[in-house]
């Protein structure tokens, strides 16, 4: 017997109406019908709650997510004190950041007075109406809100945010860092959307950080849109802090064109129930893209990572290494989809899933996925997961290291390659450290 | 240095050693030889304490401490060292790295001084001159993509950096060619002293051709069979494990085979005498 819970869409329709009366109502037109839209849609489409059938969301059970009434926020911003602001603004003080508190952009945190000429960063409502033309022509129109209940239900609700503009031929040095802080005792839904384009030949990095104050249940639904213009790179890292009791759902649609680079990081800590949709189109020859994903749940934390990649067109290269690092009784999910259409030839890709469980109840349910519907490809993937080698642990053990300290040198060795992978010093030094506290607090002081 | 008394282990309820005695005095080096699947290599680990034996009876002595029940990392920081046969890879952990751990591990129970980046590194590549091994390889991750060769020659770095007391050596002559050989031969040879003692054990006399054991021992199906000198190693090389195995065979088949006491019976070399050999 199934047990079935009550569904709470209607909620989310009446705050939609309220939304659309009160917060919304000066946005233009056209984000106006997009909205609308989208609400309608979710109304069809629903919380993708079915357990049979439903192959997307087989491991990962949303019924208690969507039966919880989960309100918008309040529009009183709740101020973070000044040293859990820096818990949230690592990096380098010559960084861009844009903060956002509790889902509304907060100026008096941010610091974006050192951006060079031309490039825009700034909060998504801003940007609607003061580059209208160019949020226009991407807003919604990457992301799935058709066919993903999840995008369309941010889609409706889609106000706040970030927008970042990297104009054509432009080379930005310092990191954008877009910070998404949700403060103590919040039980709201949040719906921010990010909006990246990149201009022809132009070169970025943007960071885009989340952390959550304290445990509380709340319900974080984000997407961003990643356009890509031709020749350009950008370096895109996500990191995701949030509350072990939350819901976080991300979708980051990407679209390559012709010969640009997209390089991504994807390191999830927080969440009690994440969800993240990586979905990269590769629409014009000529494209790499580089995805590398590090997750470590413990309790009962259940991380999914679903990407895909579509392959519209051929000769372009595709790397693609997930690992997780699971404790307690944490699950994780990889289902990785590399697509190739027909004609598209002279894919090379590579997929692979690795995970190390350091406890006997974590579970890991891994599908690294081709379809490929071309012959000229150049294609492997890979899965695995185990335990910690114990005759590694015996090597190291053997030179005089305590179990702890061995164990967390082999286990901070499993993850070496992705850590690694993080092209940005300072970044990799605060996942660097985040890692090294959860093996810490898992090992034992002396990993 | 090393008393092992009446040592049993096994592995998933299969004995593997069956009562194995041995006496290793400081600055000895001791050859074990022996056919394969005789217990070379258990001995090896059940001294090092590989939690995957168990020790069902016996005793293992380092400087009179008894070792058996102590973790692997205790038994290092009391300064035992194993060369394994066949090091492995361990992805991701650079080499310099963890042997500074280790170093500094050993150090800090001893409370003697422990070392930062700066002052490891320096000693690191002095002793990589030492033993001729590449000094770039040590900012590699462990093992990883490193010749045979070079495996073995990083062991017996790391036994030249960790400076054990006793060293057990796990046929670190295995799958070398003959100059192979004689580099790690050389590096055995130029960390011997007066105070620490070698277990050396190897299948092939070949490497005593440049080690020089004081005493070579004949294990056969978990126990020794026969000690004696370098001309052990030699008649083992002439005629096979066979004519030993005949012997281990009536060891068996004797109605009683109770445990040697320290110091008797021919298992123990102490009453070899140390012979003509100088410890060089």
Known sequence: MTQTLATQEHVYLEAFRAFQRNGAVHDPAWVQALRQSAMDRFMELRFPTARRGNEEWKYTDVRPLAATPFPLPSSANAKPAPQEVRLATFGERTWHRLVLVDGQPAPDLSSLNGLPERVRVMGLAEAVTSAGDLVQSHLGCHAAHQSEAFAALNTAFLHHGAFVHVPDGVFLEQPIHLIFITTRGQQAAFHPRVLIVTGRDSSATVVESYLGLDNSRYFTNVVAEVALGRGSALKHYRIQRQSEASYHIATTQVNLTANSSFTNGAFDFGGGLVRNNLNVLVAEEGSNCALHGLYMPTGDQHVDNQVIIDHQVGHSDVKEVYKGILNGRARSVFHGSIIVQPHAAKVNATQEDKNLLLSPEAEADTKPAFWIYCDDVKCGHGAACGQIDPDALFYLRSRGLSEAAAKGLLVRGFAAGILDAIQVESLRKHVNSIVSARLEEWLGQEA | ?280
């Not at chain 2, 092992?4 to 600055?27: C, F, M, P, Q, Y």
């Not at chain 2, 900012?139 to 036994?159: A, D, T, W």
């Not at chain 2, 190693?233 to 012997?247: H, I, N, P, S, T």
Request: aromatic letters at 4%; a negative charge; glycine letters at 10%.
């Open chain 2, 1 to 280: 240095m090393l008393e092992i008394r009446d040592l049993h282990a096994s592995i998933n309820d299969v004995e593997i050693l069956k009562g194995v005695n041995l006496t290793v005095n400081a600055g000895e080096l001791h050859a074990i030889m022996g056919p394969n699947g005789s217990g070379k290599s258990t001995l090896a680990f059940v001294l090092a304490g590989k939690p995957t034996y168990a020790i069902t009876s016996g005793q293992v002595l380092l400087e009179g401490v008894d070792m058996v029940g102590m973790a692997p990392e205790n038994r290092a920081r009391a300064g035992l060292f194993l060369s394994f046969q066949q090091p492995m890879e361990i992805p991701g952990v650079r080499l310099d790295q963890f042997l500074r751990a280790g170093y500094n591990a050993i150090h800090k129970a001893r409370r003697e001084e422990e070392l930062d980046v700066l002052k490891f590194d320096r000693l690191l590549t002095r002793k990589t001159k030492m033993v001729g091994m590449e000094a770039a390889l040590t900012r590699r991750y462990v093992n990883e993509g490193f010749s045979g060769g070079e495996r073995k020659r990083n062991e017996i770095l790391q036994m030249a950096v960790l400076e054990p007391k006793l060293s057990i050596l796990d046929e670190p002559d295995s799958g070398l060619d003959i100059d192979a050989v004689r580099i790690v031969a050389q590096g055995i040879n130029q960390l011997r002293t007066p105070q620490n003692s070698v277990l050396l054990i190897t299948h092939y006399q070949r490497i005593l051709n440049y080690v020089q054991p004081d005493y070579v021992h004949v294990l056969i199906n978990g126990r020794i069979v026969q000690s004696g000198d370098k001309d052990l190693a030699l008649q083992v090389e002439a005629e096979g494990y066979d004519r030993f195995e005949a012997k281990e065979q009536a060891l068996d088949l004797s109605p009683s085979c109770p445990p040697l006491p320290k110091g008797e019976g021919d298992v123990s070399p102490s009453l070899l005498g140390k012979g003509a050999r100088g410890l060089g």
